[in-house]
């Protein structure tokens, strides 16, 4: 008679609070929690039902009886939807810092759905006051930010249709990241945030990742990426929310991944191959307004009006200098305007000759080192082949005792014990014999 049992527990605890406000009081809501903890594996209906009594009053120790006595997670996430939906967010927080494996990717959407409602309503009060602030961040958007980046199991079209037009940018960069869309995200962070530092974190991120392990082909175009975006800002700025729109729309059902890979097409030579002399680098630069090789179909009507944008010249030497071992040097090179001048340049060409040099010095030592051992082996092989037996008159067979005179004859590994060729292959045979018998025998 649990049920029975747990109502006159609630009336006890209630009546006690009433008759002694203010002092210690002989039942407590613990009492509920202490009473519940042996029911969860038989009656977790039961359980959920009168944890809502003390939810409010004991609402850590309610959330632990529900993960402490294995309720499964997405019965009580809805529970609590219904019942108590102030508490959901708290539950599955601590659902996840228990066990970041252990929790669905649908309760992993639910939490960021929670996260986000919470920031959208924080917007809309703080716009109607005209106090929004791009670079504010409540309790509830740092949570949303971190859950964007850190979790996996939320969908992010559904996510990214119910993101204002005109505010949160950081989130929705976030889920374009997660589309794959690198192109748009990084657009945010330059031309809407304008955070170069957010951008280049980015670039970090999305390299490192393709890094451990190994799942994109030349990851450190990214970088090339955010490059073209700095030295072509009215592109990538025109009609950036109709590409939005467009990407989350009912007909657009794939995704495609904006492959950096066709970034640059050489027009010379190979693009991998070490940065040629510096007097002729005027015939890898290109200018302007053919910097962009990948243009969609769609961004190939924007052609004639990029000449007049002004490019990031800053930011770009910045990116170079920072980080000149993750960049193609050759394609880089191709991307920046002639008008760029040498010196600029220092802190990029600097360490990347230098690394090339070295690598260049070190694969030649190497390739000594083997040509050296590859002649040593050589040797040894000549050697072997030299190998002389002298067969007298008085050679005689090791198996037999007879002469071997102009048999045909056979010499051991130890190059004195010499045998009739006839006598080796009997030998040979009858070990043969041998070793079958006694495998029969056994």
Request: proline share 5%; net charge neutral.
């Amino acid at each position: 008679m649990h049920r029975e049992a747990l109502k006159l527990l609630h009336q006890l605890v209630e009546e006690s609070n009433q008759s002694q406000p203010g002092l210690n009081p002989k039942f407590k809501p613990e009492s509920i929690i202490e009473y519940l903890k042996p029911l969860c594996g038989t009656d977790p209906m039961l359980v959920l039902e009168f944890s809502m009594l003390v939810l409010e009053s004991c609402p850590t120790q309610t959330i632990e009886l529900f993960l402490s006595g294995n309720i499964p997670a997405d019965l009580v996430n809805s529970y609590l939807k219904q019942y108590a939906p102030s508490m959901q967010g708290r539950y599955l927080e601590l659902m996840l810092a228990m066990d970041e494996n252990g929790i669905s990717g649908n309760l992993q959407n639910e939490m960021v759905q929670i996260y986000l409602l919470e920031v959208l309503d924080w917007h809309a009060e703080l716009n109607a006051q005209e106090k929004w602030d791009e670079k504010d961040y409540s309790p509830s958007r740092k949570k949303l930010l971190s859950a964007l980046e850190s979790i996996s199991g939320y969908n992010p079209e559904s996510l990214l249709k119910r993101l204002p037009a005109d505010a949160l940018y950081e989130e929705r960069a976030h889920l374009l990241g997660k589309m794959n869309q690198h192109e748009l995200a990084l657009s945010l962070y330059v031309h809407k945030l304008r955070v170069p530092d957010l951008a280049l974190s980015y670039c970090d991120h999305v390299y490192e990742s393709a890094a451990h392990p190994p799942s994109v082909k030349s990851s450190g175009n990214i970088y090339l990426t955010l490059l073209q975006i700095y030295l072509n800002p009215q592109k990538t700025t025109k009609n950036f929310e109709k590409r939005i729109t467009n990407l989350v729309s009912p007909q657009n059902t794939n995704f495609p991944k904006i492959s950096s890979g066709t970034l640059v097409k050489a027009k010379g030579g190979r693009a991998t191959k070490k940065i040629a002399a510096i007097e002729g680098a005027e015939d890898i630069r290109v200018s302007l307004s053919g910097t962009d090789s990948s243009r969609s179909d769609g961004d190939a009507d924007e052609s004639g009006e990029e000449g007049g944008s002004t490019i990031m010249l800053d930011e770009v030497l910045d990116l170079l200098s920072k980080r000149w071992d993750r960049i193609n040097g050759a394609q880089a090179l191709k991307l920046l305007p002639k008008e760029t001048k040498l010196q600029n340049l220092l802190p990029f060409l600097g360490p990347l000759l230098k690394k090339s040099s070295e690598a260049n010095r070190n694969l030649s030592v190497i390739k000594s080192l083997r040509q050296s051992e590859n002649l040593q082996v050589k040797d040894e092989m000549y050697n072997r082949r030299k190998t002389v037996v002298k067969i007298t008159s008085d050679t005689t067979c090791a198996l037999c005792n007879k002469k071997i005179g102009t048999s045909v004859f056979a010499v051991y590994p130890n190059g004195i014990t010499i045998v009739h060729f006839v006598c080796f292959k009997d030998s040979q045979r009858m070990k043969a014999v041998g070793k079958g018998s006694a495998l029969r025998k056994v």
